[in-house]
């Protein structure tokens, strides 16, 4: 699973080579430790243009469907199981139509130990912005006017498969890493096989996974307080 992250970098040093052709002006600061409900830049392809524009937005951790009376639900929809999307209500139409990528610096897991939970920093070996696919939504806050400038929220939820290889050891569930080529071809919103899209990134995610490399942290960075650029330093040994 995914349940803290790191964007160290913002704007264009943080979507690299996905090639955006519009970057919002709000996107959150660097953060060391995003946890549920905060906010991050996500990577989108918006339909209001043709051809489709890319945009990166900020966005809540934790999908808020259309349907959804308030944002409370969002607080449980921060992953999605990349194997269920098309059995769950929640998760089934953003596949359809609204897939994200959310790019970031690494992300945490904690290990089971003899000593107890050891937090790990997970990241690409050569500091390169890692991928995670996600889905997005838009949800409309119905008590505030039209003329409100946050009556919108847009949120994101990343997506995990079964832990495999030596990131399988740390966690029994682990994001769906990208490389650029299936970013692409994930973020197309006229794709009609999205499942066949998937399926693909499924399947390579192991490979991503394996060029990976990771260390215990502090234990600090479980309290979702708290947020410093020495979370990501490895305890000393």
């Known amino acids: 699973m995914c349940g803290r992250f790191v964007v160290a970098r913002v704007g264009s040093e943080l979507v690299g080579e996905l090639r955006a052709d519009h970057i919002a002006d709000d996107l ?20 209001k243009t043709d051809p489709p524009t890319r945009r990166v937005e900020s966005a809540r951790w934790g999908l808020v469907p259309g349907w959804a009376k308030d944002l409370s639900l969002g607080r449980r929809a921060f992953n999605a199981r990349a194997e269920e999307l098309e059995q769950k209500r929640m998760f089934a139409p953003a596949l359809a139509g609204r897939r994200a990528v959310i ?7 904690w290990k089971t ?10 990241h ?4 390169e912005p890692m991928l995670f ?21 847009l949120s994101f939820t ?4 079964s832990g495999v290889g030596a990131l ?17 071809a994930w973020l197309d919103p006229h794709a009609e096989a999205p499942r066949d899209v998937l399926d693909a990134m499924i399947d390579d995610a192991p490979r991503v996974g394996e060029s990976l490399a990771w260390h215990e942290v502090d234990r600090a ?10 979370f990501i330093d490895p305890v000393a040994g």
């Open 103 to 109: 790019p970031a610096t690494g992300y945490y897991e």
């Open 133 to 153: 696919a996600g889905l997005y939504e838009w949800w409309k806050d119905r008590e505030k006017s039209d003329d409100e400038p946050d009556r919108w929220v």
């Open 168 to 184: 399988g050891s740390v966690h029994h569930r682990m994001p769906v890493f990208l490389d650029t080529a299936h970013a692409d």
């Open 28 to 47: 959150p600061a660097p953060s060391f430790n995003i946890a549920p409900t905060q906010r991050a830049a996500i990577v989108l392809d918006s339909t």
């Open 221 to 230: 960075v479980g309290d979702v307080r708290r947020d410093s650029p020495s």
């Open 158 to 161: 990343i997506l995990t498969r």
């Open 113 to 122: 130990t003899d000593d107890g939970k050891v937090p790990l920093f997970i």
């Open 124 to 127: 690409p070996e050569g500091g």
